[in-house]
């Protein structure tokens, strides 16, 4: 819901805030209940719920019926606080844990198993991976890089636009171009993704807004979630722990594919880096 809050009518919007802030009281509602408690009409509930990925109100209301459940059993806690500027130390670090594991279930929940199998598969056997990303995407881009390299694939992270979109128009059939992008519309990501696109390269975005452009030009849509913004804590810090789940999920899956090469790669740079971890004799 907070992943396609910004995507909504501020109607559909105002359903979706009341239904994530009180899902066990929505669950208890019937479509007129909830139209009539945030203002909307009975289409806009069912429009909402379908958004949201379900078939019908009904079937939305019982998935919030569930999640009720599983929170006052104690499983899940509730969604906390924002971040104030007077928090002790102590309750900034448990608001901050509590948030990254709700944006790592969120991200997690939300996940196309088919969508993830097919990326994975296409870079179990790509010739060259690209990465591309900015600001702090660029930092997740450069961990999945990093991480490819060390069991035996050819991958390279762009955070240079120009640099990318040369790169790009390199690529070809049986390549790989990955566009990590919280908004969906970072252009300096986007365009890159398009020449690999346009020039026959496998494309992957990894993305908070799946209807955002760059969904356009990726073959593999993986949607990532995050917690919710504050003053304190903006966009890049919460969408941040879901991309590298989706790059830790990624990297697990080609290692297991192409496990005969990745391990004796993985076991080559960990030898070949273990002198720098060793304490030196003097």
């Given at each position: 819901m907070r992943t396609m809050a910004p995507s909504m009518t501020r109607?559909?919007?105002r359903v979706a805030?009341?239904?994530a802030h009180d899902p066990a009281g929505c669950a208890r509602l019937t479509v007129t209940g909830l139209a009539e408690r945030t203002g909307t009409s009975e289409a806009t509930v069912v429009r909402t719920s379908r958004l949201l990925g379900?078939?019908?109100y009904r079937d939305l209301r019982l998935a919030l019926a569930g999640l009720a459940a599983q929170q006052e059993s104690g499983a899940a806690p509730s969604v906390t606080a924002d971040i104030a500027v007077d928090d002790p130390?102590?309750?900034v670090i448990g608001k901050l844990a509590h948030d990254?594991?709700?944006t790592l279930a969120d991200t997690a929940a939300g996940l196309d198993t088919a969508q993830v199998e097919a990326a994975?598969?296409?870079l179990a056997t790509a010739r060259r991976v690209d990465v591309y990303g900015a600001a702090a995407s660029a930092l997740v881009g450069q961990d999945l890089a990093q991480k490819l390299l060390?069991?035996?694939l050819v991958a390279h992270a762009h955070a240079d636009p120009h640099l990318a979109v040369t790169n790009a128009v390199q690529l070809r059939a049986g390549d790989v171009a990955i566009a990590i992008t919280h908004s969906g519309r970072t252009v300096d990501v986007i365009e890159p993704l398009r020449?690999?696109?346009d020039h026959g390269a496998t494309t992957i975005a990894i993305t908070g807004r799946p209807d955002g452009e760059v969904a356009q030009y990726a073959d593999h849509v993986l949607t990532t979630s995050t917690a919710r913004e504050s003053e304190l804590r903006p966009a890049a810090m919460s969408s941040r722990t879901s991309q590298l789940l989706v790059v830790d999920c990624l990297f697990i899956g080609v290692a297991q594919r192409t496990y005969e090469t990745a391990a004796p790669a993985l076991s080559a740079s960990y030898e070949a880096l273990a002198h720098r971890h060793s304490p030196r004799v003097r």
């Open positions: 109607s559909m919007q805030e009341t239904v379900y078939p019908g130390i102590g309750e990254e594991r709700q994975v598969g296409a060390r069991i035996g020449v690999a696109f």
